[in-house]
């Protein structure tokens, strides 16, 4: 987060529940030097944390229901509607419990970024942080990673390792992975906000910021 970039890439951020990770993009984003702008935050749920948190820092959000839709690629598309409606280039899902269609994938694509409370291809799936525990490994994590067609499986751009220790909850678990995530999902937001996040096939590669 060197310099100011040239312009702030417009990202809506799509979350469902508490907004601890959207609250850490709004703090980063608060720097001149940040390379994204948060231009909407899009619940599929009314009544979340995430939209008090957006209200709070003046950030436009809306409400696109899935149980307004009779299917999948047309929630998709009225998510991406919605992003375009407010001129948003990338979409960042912070705690969005939703699968997109691939109707969704096509219209952004490598233009969306996910956070995962695993380290993937460990773990994927809603359940990450107890199917960790109950398996008894010893490392799990967070990965940050595009999102494809297939669920928690697309390019993956950082891990980071979180040790399990005895005694640990999932509870304590994910308070510390959380902790990972809120430092590293805004970096990773920066870096590819400024262009540095180069991906050939499944390899995501990071240039040297200019
Ligand atoms: C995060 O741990 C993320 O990895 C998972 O859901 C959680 C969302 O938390 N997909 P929050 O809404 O950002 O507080």
Redesign the pocket.
Known sequence: MAHPPERRLPVAVL??????????IIDAADAPSYGAEIVAVISDRPGV??LERAATAGIPSEVVAWKDFDNRAAFSAAICDAADAYGADALI?????RILAPNAIARFPNRIL????ALLPAFPG?H??PEAIAHGVKLTG?TIHFVDEEVDHGPIIRQVAVAIESGDTEATL?AR??AE?HRVYPEVIDAFARGRLEVLGRAVTWKEPV
């Not at 529940?17 to 850490?24: C, D, I, K, M, Y």
């Not at 899902?93 to 419990?97: D, E, N, S, V």
């Not at 996910?114 to 409370?117: A, L």
């Open positions: 979350v469902s529940g508490s907004g601890s990770n959207l609250q850490a944390r995430a899902l912070a705690g969005f419990m996910n956070t995962h409370p809603a990450a942080v967070v994910q992975i959380q995530e």
